[in-house]
């Protein structure tokens, strides 16, 4: 199999999905209802299935819960949901379709876990309104994700740039995107970075009251996407104070990558690589968490139905995604530091 390296990077210039929803233009996430908010949301995407993504978002979630926080998991892979099965529970009988759906409230939706301090919300089944949902429960969804109230919130999200996928890694703090050292995945990656950071320069610019303003300079589905140095260029043709907000909002959009399924060197440079290239053709920085290495046992473990972390924790994999928890933590200030 060819390994994607230093020198096979895709040119990340090209097409991009559109979309449209607002957000705080500070990068921050507002509180809740009610004044609460999940301490940190972490949120695992990836531009295609079968990625390895569900069983990283499971082991870091209960590496967090192991180090001591209480940790929320909500499968949000709408319509394909599995992150019970990489946690080692049976099927919930209770699911994020109860909310969407029914409007039960998340708190009562989730389940306990073998986990302690872990908690569980199993993703939408069997629901065709569950799977797509308009804007209205997205927005609704997006609030209640946000009054949960414990230390990290976890979102598996769903492969692909659907509207809802990328409004759920656009809320997080930290959103890290799973990728295999293949050529087809690195490709998929890139298109989901091209499509949330549209997103979310269509969401500053809603709300910096620019929006008709910069919807020249972002193009449209079907035209190449400049880069956020050109949008806030045209910005600043007519609105230099929203050009500035724009710029500084602009740089708290840092992504994380995660390489899973590392075979040799080459493939953990890929990381690094997609980093480089991000780097120079839109000028924003991404911090690689680091590579998980391939793994008999982290198969194994999903076909007895367990966690990786349960069932195998000594093995190189279980290691390097504690590690991985533990970088993901230390991005977070401790309480009482600034």
């Excluded at 759906?101 to 301090?117: F, H, Q, S, Y």
Aim: hydrophobic share 45%; proline share 6%.
């Amino acid at each position: 199999m060819k390994r994607f390296g230093l020198n096979n990077v895709v040119d990340l210039r090209g097409r991009s999905a559109r979309g449209g929803a607002g957000a705080d233009v500070s990068g921050a996430v507002p509180p809740g209802p009610g004044g609460r908010r999940a301490r940190h949301i972490v949120a695992f995407g990836g531009g295609k299935g079968g990625i390895g993504k569900s069983l990283v978002a499971a082991n870091v979630g209960i590496a967090l819960a192991r180090a001591g926080n209480t940790v929320l998991l909500v499968d949000a892979d709408l319509g394909g949901a599995n992150l019970h099965t990489c946690l080692g529970v049976p099927q919930p009988s209770t699911s994020l379709s109860d909310f969407i759906l029914r409007g039960v409230p998340l708190a009562e939706v989730a389940v306990p876990t073998p986990i302690e301090r872990l908690t569980l919300v199993s993703g939408a089944l069997d629901s065709l309104d569950a799977a797509n949902p308009r804007a209205k429960v997205r927005a609704k969804l997006l609030d209640e994700f946000q009054s949960q109230d414990v230390d990290y919130l976890v979102l598996d999200l769903g492969a692909g740039t659907g509207l809802h996928t990328l409004d759920f890694f656009l809320l997080a703090d930290h959103g890290v995107l799973v990728v295999l050292p293949e050529p087809t995945s690195v490709e998929n990656t890139y298109r989901f970075l091209k499509a949330s950071l549209f997103r979310r320069l269509q969401q500053l610019a809603r709300e910096l009251g620019v929006e008709k303003l910069a919807e020249p300079a972002l193009g449209s589905r079907d035209s190449a996407m400049r880069t956020p140095a050109d949008v806030v260029a045209h910005v600043r043709s007519a609105d230099a104070a929203a050009a500035d907000a724009l710029a500084a909002a602009l740089q708290a959009y840092r992504v994380k990558l995660v390489v899973n399924q590392v075979r040799a060197p080459a493939d953990e440079s890929v990381g690094p690589a997609v980093a480089s290239a991000w780097k120079k053709f839109f000028g924003l920085d991404m911090d690689y968490l680091g590579g998980i290495p391939y793994d008999d046992a982290a198969w194994r473990a999903v076909r007895k139905r367990r966690a990786l972390l349960v069932e195998t924790p000594d093995c190189e994999a279980a290691r390097q995604l504690s590690v991985v928890a533990s970088r993901l933590a230390a991005l977070d200030p401790r309480p009482g530091t600034p």
